[in-house]
């Protein structure tokens, strides 16, 4: 008797194990569609492309000022780059325009390479900033997280967060 009841304890880890493996098969299949497909949560191809450089940013906000600077990484030709900003969340009605002199929803010129007269490229060292208006919505208040990604054409370089004063 105990040669068999010791066989069939066997055969259940056998079977557990085997459904074990043939699960974590099918989610790492699943995973590999998923970040293919640039499922949000997964990463995806674009992130692993070794032509895609990054760019380290330091971000610093001040009021409704919203101050970059070029940390580390390829200067960024402007008329290339696009900067997108979220407030907790919810993107400006009103993005910044790069290089710019004046725009919808900004105060005043931004300064650094955002501002029209700079010579068009963002390197190493350069802080760009400018100011967010009070008819832009949401508005920037002390408390809110306030993301900001850099792309250049179509693919995303960088983005940092931080929280306004």
């Not at 070029?70 to 969340?89: F, M, N, Q, Y």
């Not at 100011?131 to 990604?149: E, I, M, Y």
């Amino acid at each position: 008797m105990t040669a068999r009841a010791s066989a069939s304890v066997i055969g259940v880890v056998l079977l557990l194990l085997f459904g074990v493996v043939l699960g974590g098969v099918v989610a790492a299949g699943a995973e590999a569609v998923a970040a293919a497909a640039g499922e949000p949560g997964f990463a995806s191809d674009a992130d692993d492309d070794p032509t895609s450089e990054t760019v380290a940013l330091s971000l610093r906000l001040d009021g409704d000022a919203v101050a970059l600077t070029h940390e580390a990484g390829p200067p960024l030709e402007l008329s290339e780059t696009r900067i997108a900003v979220a407030i907790d969340g919810a993107e400006l009605r009103h993005q910044p325009p790069v290089p710019f002199f004046a725009a919808r929803g900004f105060r005043g010129g931004p300064t650094g390479p955002f501002n029209l007269a700079s010579d068009g490229v963002w390197s190493v060292g350069e802080t760009g900033s400018f100011r967010v208006a009070a008819t832009n919505s949401p508005t920037l208040k002390p408390g809110r997280t306030v993301s900001v990604t850099v792309y250049v054409d179509t693919d995303r370089v960088s983005r940092v967060r931080g929280t306004v004063d």
